[in-house]
């Protein structure tokens, strides 16, 4: 599967990006397949392996904020893998983004 996840500190003041940081640096340790962007960071793995590491960074977040909103978007598709990488080449054949 591979999940889109978003994790939003509250009442920690206005600079969350220390906290975001710790979450990307779990996932990157997790040795999952995974790519962050501007709004999300995309995980791919079996659906135990990737709740787990999306909990994880729930739990150390939720250590500071006293709140912690959480979005996730995912595709399940259990007899397909490496479709992170897929998907990602397939869009790159519509050509180079547009920078802002």
């Known amino acids: 599967m ?3 996840f978003s994790i939003s500190p509250s ?7 220390d906290l975001v940081g ?3 640096r779990i ?3 997790s040795g999952l397949k ?12 079996d659906w135990d392996e990737v709740m787990t590491v999306i909990k994880q960074c729930v739990d150390h977040v939720a250590t500071v904020a006293p709140r912690v909103g959480l979005v996730i978007k995912a595709d399940h598709r259990p007899a397909v893998s490496d479709a992170l990488a897929h998907k990602n080449a397939r869009i790159a ?7 802002v």
């Open 93 to 99: 054949a519509f050509g180079p983004s547009r920078d």
């Open 27 to 29: 996932v990157r340790a």
């Open 11 to 17: 009442g920690v003041g206005e600079s969350v990006g």
């Open 2 to 4: 591979i999940a889109a």
């Open 34 to 45: 995974n790519e962050t962007n501007a709004m999300f960071t995309n995980i791919e793995g």
């Open 22 to 24: 710790d979450c990307v």
